[in-house]
C-alpha cells in the first residue's frame, strides 16, 4: 500500500507550549507521515493512526475538522513507555463521493488488519463505523462490536446512510460470520427509541444504560475485553466535560469514565480498531473536547502497550465450577486469571472446543446465587 494514493500528509503548526520537553513527548515516538517524511512502508508498525476529515453524512458537518485538532493536543503528551511502533498515516483523501470514503477507508484497513496493525481512527462522522465493519467482513471476521453512544443511530436508511441510521445498515447487511456481538454501551433512554432498543436485545444483542455504567465503571470492562471493533460518539460524554457537539447533554460519561473505557478498549485480547467520531472544534470551549479525546486516545494505546493475552495461556488461569439447579440442572464453568484477576465463563458450542466469554467477578456470584448470568445465556442462544 502507497500511504501517499490514500493520504494527505500531516501539517500542523508548532504548538504555542507543551505539557512535556519535546524529546519526550508522544509526538517524538511517532512516525509522522509529513511533506519531509514519506512512509513508504507499514509492515514494521504496531499501530496506526488515521484521521478522516469528513462530515458530510452528519448534522455536525464540522465534525471533519476534528482530526488535526485532536491531534494538535494528542502530540503534546508524554510518550508512552513502550517500545510499540506507532505511525500517523495523515489524513485520508476523502475525494467527492462519500462512498469513495466508506470503500476506500475499508480496502486501507484490510491491508492493516491483515498484517496484525491496531488501527485508531479520528472522525469524523460516527457512520465511518461502517467502513471499519466491512473490512472486517471483507475478511470474513468475525466482529465483536461496541458502540458508545447516548442513542442507538438504528433510523432509516432507505434514503441515505448518515450518523443516524448506519447501524441498521450494519445489522441489515450482517450475515452469520461478520457481526457476532454487538453492544450499545451508555444509552441514555430519553435520547432513545424504546422500540430500537427493544430490537437490538430482541437479536440478542447487549444494551446498557449510562446509569449501569456509571454506577460501576467495571461493569464494562469484560464487554471491552471481548470486543473487536470499538466505536466512540463523543456525544455520549456530558456536556461540561466534552461541549464540541451539535447535541451536547448536561448527562453523560465524565472525562475520567472515558478514558477508562479507552483504555479498556486498549487491554482487550482482540481490539483492532478504535474509532473516535463526532468531535466539532467550531463549537469547542478551550479545546477542551480536543484535550479529552487526544487524552483517550492515549489510553487506548497505553491499554495497547500493556496488552496481556492470558487466554494463550489456559492452563494458567484458575478453574472454578459452580452448579445450577434452577431453572436448569447445569454447571457453569468460570476462570479467574491469578495475574490480573480477570474472569472468564466457557460456552458450550456444539461439536467444538466451548467459547471462553470474558464476564465478571459479579457474573460469577450471580451463578453462586444459582442464577444464570444474562450475557451468558445471550451467546449460549446465538451458538446452540
Given at each position: 500500500?502507497?500511504?501517499?494514493?490514500?493520504?494527505?500528509?500531516?501539517?500542523?503548526k508548532r504548538?504555542?507550549?507543551?505539557?512535556?520537553?519535546?524529546?519526550?513527548?508522544?509526538?517524538?515516538a511517532?512516525?509522522?507521515?509529513?511533506?519531509?517524511?514519506?512512509?513508504?512502508?507499514?509492515?514494521?508498525y504496531?499501530?496506526?493512526?488515521?484521521?478522516?476529515?469528513?462530515?458530510?453524512?452528519?448534522?455536525?458537518?464540522?465534525?471533519a475538522?476534528?482530526?488535526?485538532?485532536?491531534?494538535?493536543?494528542?502530540y503534546?503528551?508524554s510518550?508512552?513507555?513502550s517500545?510499540?511502533?506507532?505511525?500517523?498515516?495523515?489524513?485520508?483523501?476523502?475525494g467527492?463521493?462519500?462512498?469513495?470514503?466508506?470503500?476506500?477507508?475499508?480496502?486501507?484497513?484490510?491491508?492493516?488488519?491483515?498484517?496484525?496493525?491496531?488501527?485508531?481512527?479520528?472522525g469524523?462522522?460516527?457512520s465511518l463505523?461502517?467502513?471499519a465493519?466491512?473490512?472486517?467482513?471483507?475478511?470474513?471476521?468475525?466482529?465483536?462490536?461496541?458502540?458508545t453512544?447516548a442513542?442507538?443511530?438504528?433510523?432509516?436508511?432507505s434514503?441515505r446512510?448518515?450518523?443516524?441510521?448506519?447501524?441498521?445498515?450494519?445489522?441489515d447487511?450482517?450475515?452469520?460470520?461478520p457481526?457476532?456481538?454487538?453492544?450499545?454501551?451508555?444509552?441514555?433512554s430519553?435520547?432513545?427509541?424504546?422500540?430500537?432498543?427493544?430490537?437490538?436485545?430482541?437479536?440478542l444483542?447487549?444494551?446498557?444504560?449510562?446509569?449501569e455504567?456509571?454506577?460501576?465503571?467495571?461493569l464494562?470492562e469484560?464487554?471491552?475485553?471481548?470486543?473487536s471493533?470499538?466505536?466512540?460518539d463523543?456525544?455520549?460524554?456530558?456536556?461540561?466535560?466534552?461541549?464540541?457537539?451539535?447535541?451536547?447533554?448536561?448527562?453523560?460519561?465524565?472525562?475520567e469514565?472515558?478514558c477508562?473505557?479507552?483504555?479498556?478498549a486498549?487491554?482487550?485480547?482482540?481490539?483492532s480498531?478504535?474509532?473516535?467520531?463526532?468531535?466539532?472544534?467550531s463549537l469547542?470551549?478551550s479545546?477542551?473536547?480536543?484535550?479529552?479525546?487526544s487524552q483517550?486516545?492515549?489510553?487506548?494505546?497505553?491499554?495497547?502497550?500493556?496488552?496481556?493475552?492470558?487466554?494463550?495461556?489456559?492452563?494458567?488461569?484458575?478453574?472454578?465450577?459452580?452448579?445450577?439447579?434452577?431453572?436448569?440442572?447445569?454447571?457453569l464453568?468460570?476462570?479467574?486469571?491469578?495475574l490480573?484477576?480477570r474472569?472468564?465463563?466457557e460456552?458450550?458450542?456444539?461439536?467444538r472446543?466451548?467459547?471462553?466469554?470474558?464476564?465478571?467477578?459479579?457474573?460469577?456470584?450471580?451463578?453462586?446465587?444459582?442464577?444464570?448470568?444474562?450475557?451468558w445465556?445471550?451467546?449460549?442462544?446465538?451458538?446452540?
Amino acid at each position: 500500500m502507497r500511504i501517499s494514493d490514500y493520504f494527505n500528509p500531516v501539517g500542523l503548526k508548532r504548538p504555542q507550549y507543551t505539557y512535556v520537553e519535546p524529546a519526550d513527548a508522544l509526538c517524538s515516538a511517532l512516525d509522522i507521515y509529513t511533506e519531509n517524511n514519506q512512509i513508504t512502508t507499514i509492515d514494521k508498525y504496531d499501530a496506526v493512526i488515521i484521521g478522516v476529515p469528513e462530515g458530510r453524512d452528519t448534522l455536525n458537518a464540522d465534525t471533519a475538522l476534528a482530526p488535526d485538532a485532536i491531534r494538535n493536543k494528542l502530540y503534546q503528551l508524554s510518550r508512552l513507555h513502550s517500545k510499540m511502533n506507532i505511525a500517523d498515516l495523515g489524513n485520508f483523501k476523502t475525494g467527492n463521493d462519500i462512498k469513495d470514503v466508506y470503500f476506500g477507508l475499508r480496502d486501507v484497513m484490510v491491508e492493516l488488519l491483515v498484517r496484525n496493525i491496531a488501527v485508531v481512527l479520528i472522525g469524523g462522522s460516527h457512520s465511518l463505523t461502517y467502513s471499519a465493519f466491512l473490512a472486517f467482513k471483507f475478511l470474513k471476521l468475525q466482529v465483536n462490536m461496541v458502540l458508545t453512544d447516548a442513542k442507538s443511530d438504528t433510523g432509516n436508511y432507505s434514503e441515505r446512510m448518515d450518523s443516524e441510521n448506519f447501524l441498521s445498515r450494519i445489522i441489515d447487511e450482517n450475515s452469520a460470520l461478520p457481526l457476532f456481538d454487538l453492544t450499545l454501551l451508555g444509552y441514555q433512554s430519553y435520547f432513545t427509541n424504546y422500540n430500537q432498543v427493544n430490537d437490538l436485545n430482541s437479536r440478542l444483542y447487549s444494551t446498557v444504560r449510562l446509569g449501569e455504567v456509571k454506577s460501576d465503571i467495571l461493569l464494562c470492562e469484560p464487554l471491552l475485553r471481548d470486543a473487536s471493533l470499538v466505536s466512540f460518539d463523543m456525544n455520549a460524554v456530558r456536556q461540561c466535560d466534552a461541549p464540541a457537539n451539535v447535541r451536547p447533554s448536561p448527562n453523560g460519561f465524565s472525562g475520567e469514565e472515558a478514558c477508562q473505557i479507552a483504555k479498556f478498549a486498549g487491554m482487550s485480547d482482540y481490539a483492532s480498531v478504535f474509532g473516535l467520531f463526532e468531535m466539532n472544534p467550531s463549537l469547542d470551549r478551550s479545546d477542551q473536547t480536543a484535550h479529552l479525546a487526544s487524552q483517550m486516545i492515549w489510553y487506548y494505546l497505553e491499554g495497547l502497550s500493556r496488552r496481556v493475552k492470558e487466554l494463550q495461556h489456559k492452563s494458567t488461569l484458575e478453574k472454578f465450577i459452580v452448579r445450577l439447579s434452577n431453572p436448569v440442572d447445569r454447571e457453569l464453568v468460570f476462570y479467574r486469571s491469578p495475574l490480573t484477576q480477570r474472569w472468564w465463563i466457557e460456552v458450550p458450542v456444539p461439536s467444538r472446543e466451548p467459547l471462553l466469554l470474558a464476564c465478571s467477578y459479579s457474573d460469577y456470584q450471580t451463578a453462586c446465587n444459582d442464577e444464570i448470568p444474562d450475557r451468558w445465556w445471550k451467546i449460549f442462544q446465538k451458538v446452540n
